[in-house]
């Protein structure tokens, strides 16, 4: 008997084996997936907001709008293949080289109750030559229509939102240049995230008043009014510790500071110490927004990780994108926050008023208030062009003593107003 046979016996019965397996899948599979409604959407918004909700789960393949299918394919996290290395087959573990979820969706035409989703979903295993097994998966089905209702869901929440908001400033009758109106339906909002830094906890509701935001940072083209305007060398403008500090160290611009030219002239400002912005924003007729101001104009009504949702995407600058700068303001519109502020997230860390306490969320304290009276540090928020994911999100919270000025250092301003009626 040749020495090769119980090699090409073995190898012969795998591949039978690997026939098997997508034969019983297939049989499986057939007609099987995951059906839901999408309420209050017409044909078309129904599309348009689905294809949106998937392109944030991987990337879409097909969309085959005579048959109402979007089909999607999506990489396995690294946390979840490792968790799926068990060896079914002696030769699996040496052999599953690539692992994905392959989902198709369904809309049917809408209907008074709203717009029919189905969803199927199945894992793909495959080595470099071949595919070799596809297996199910009820519980991704679950989970993508579940994003999809809940993306849905935070859409019409959104357009309302907006509709108040429109409402409301053609109450108010008023409007400030290069600022958004912010106010909060009721006059509140939560605040802060459970299960992220301790800081950053309790989750908690807050009462706020309006206010208007910058809807940028501040630039360099600004800041330079404001020193050809000689704040620096005006008192009135700073204060008391400010001009303490100013006269001590005899600074006359911001740690980083270069003439204007077009490439730079809307780039934000930035290496300013608390002071400088602070000292900014009194000369401008307004002042440092609070924690409570920063945050709702970051995320409005919403329980949102970052100004545009809960999955991230490269609409602001960061560590990822390696660009190691600010950019010009406004450069991602992607990026915007609800309320329509933009770069609330990444480019420049900006300061706040508030004095920094790691206690801050359990005081008993839930208004739009300046934080502790006291303190040694100030709260900068918003993460920079350097900064990971986690210090980009809505609720992380930074603090630096008010005179550093750290070259990622910049800010904006707000107008408040009095308590809606």
Known sequence: MSPLLPYISMTSFFVLEIRWYLLLSFLLLGGCSTRGVIPGMDS?????????????????????????????????????????????????????????????VHLGDATPEGMPVQVSAVRIYRTPFKEFRRIRM???????????????????????????LKRRREEIGRKVEGMVYVEM??????????????????????????????????????????????????????????WAWLKLTGIKAPAVWEPLTDSNRNVPVRGVSWYEADAYARWAGKKLPTEVQWECAARGPFDLRWPWGNSFQDYCNH?????????????????????????????????????YSSRTYTKANRSDSKGPKTGRKRVLRGGAYDSHLFELSTSYRDWSPPNHRHPTFGFRCVISLPPAD
């Open 44 to 104: 078309q918004e129904g599309w348009d907001l689905t294809i949106s909700a998937l392109r944030l789960e991987g990337d879409v393949k097909r969309i085959d709008r005579r048959v109402g299918e979007v089909e999607v394919l999506r990489r396995m996290p690294i946390e979840d293949r490792e968790f799926l290395e068990v060896i079914v087959h002696p030769f699996e573990s040496l052999m599953s080289q690539t692992v994905s979820d392959q989902v198709v």
């Open 138 to 164: 009820p519980e991704v089905e679950r989970e993508v229509l579940e994003m999809i209702l809940r993306h849905a869901r935070i859409h019409r929440e959104a357009r309302g939102f907006d509709q108040f």
């Open 185 to 242: 339906p009721r006059g509140r909002f939560r605040m802060g995230r459970d299960g992220a830094y301790k800081n950053e906890q309790p989750q908690h509701t807050v009462s706020i008043t309006p206010f208007f935001i910058d809807q940028y940072e501040v630039t360099n083209e600004q800041y330079d009014r404001f020193m050809k305007a000689g704040g620096y060398g005006a008192s009135k403008y700073w204060s008391a510790s400010g």
């Open 319 to 355: 560590y990822g994108l390696e660009y190691r700068k600010p950019w010009s303001v406004g450069t991602n519109p992607r990026g915007r926050s609800p309320v329509g502020a933009e770069d609330m997230s990444g480019n420049v860390s900006e300061w706040v008023s508030d004095w």
